[in-house]
């Protein structure tokens, strides 16, 4: 099955710095990947995704790159502010045999420091 | 606005009880998945349904075992309660397959 990995497991940065996620997944056949953000105390929460017949997408502050060759995403946030600061998961959907299983990787925990 | 409801925020239960955890959905979602989260280790998938009555293993289902009766209502149990299933619950739906998932608010199971 999907097997995602998910790194850095911690991440802190200064405010108005850039912060960058990574994950790989096995299954070459996934083709919806899509980002969640926790805060303290609630269910994760989708804050971007791709589909694999795409290589970027954008809004504004978050972006999300894709290389399907290497098995690879990331997520990128600009101008970190203070608000950001949660518990970032990344996931992989759509591999083989997949009825709409959705694998998740160990989650990062960033932290933006005023 | 999607909203999906579980049953309790906080739980204790002894070891060897049988424990039910709920969760509905009121956006007529095909998918609902249990998961289990613990630090360090993200969301771990227990159990997937894609519709009323059919179900998929995920990565972690030894211990437990799940109910789906009808589309908005998906049910955990836990046979018989152990301490190491001391965890946060997570219970979401999308609408079909590679949409966006919702999740509940989470249920933080104590086993004592």
């Known amino acids: 099955g999907e097997n995602v990995e998910q790194h850095p497991s911690t991440l802190s940065v200064q405010e108005g710095d850039s912060a960058v996620i990574k994950c790989t997944y096995s299954?070459?056949?996934?083709?919806?990947f899509p980002w969640y953000k926790q805060e303290l105390g609630k269910g994760p929460q989708l804050i971007i995704d791709i589909r694999s017949n795409v290589g970027e997408k954008k809004d504004q502050r978050i972006a999300v790159t894709l290389n399907k060759t290497a098995k690879h995403f990331s997520l990128h946030i600009t101008e970190t502010q203070p608000e950001d600061s949660a518990v970032y998961f990344c996931a992989a959907s759509g591999g083989s045999g997949n009825t709409g299983k959705l694998i998740f990787g160990q989650g990062t925990t960033l932290q933006v420091k005023p | 606005d999607v909203k999906v409801t579980q049953s309790s925020r906080y739980l204790v239960k002894r070891t060897g009880e049988k424990v039910f955890l709920e969760c509905v959905q009121d956006?007529?979602?095909?998918?609902m998945f249990w998961y289990r989260q613990d630090p360090g280790l993200g969301l771990r998938l227990i159990y997937f349904s894609y519709d009323v009555k059919m179900k998929e293993k995920g990565d972690i289902p030894e211990g437990y075992s799940v109910s789906r009766e009808k589309k908005e209502r998906f049910s955990l149990i836990l046979e018989s309660a152990s301490t190491n299933q001391t965890s946060m619950y997570l219970c979401a739906s999308s609408l079909y397959g590679e949409t966006e998932a919702f999740f509940g608010q989470g249920t933080r199971l104590t086993v004592v």
């Open positions: 956006m007529d979602h095909e998918n």
């Open positions: 299954d070459s056949a996934s083709n919806y």
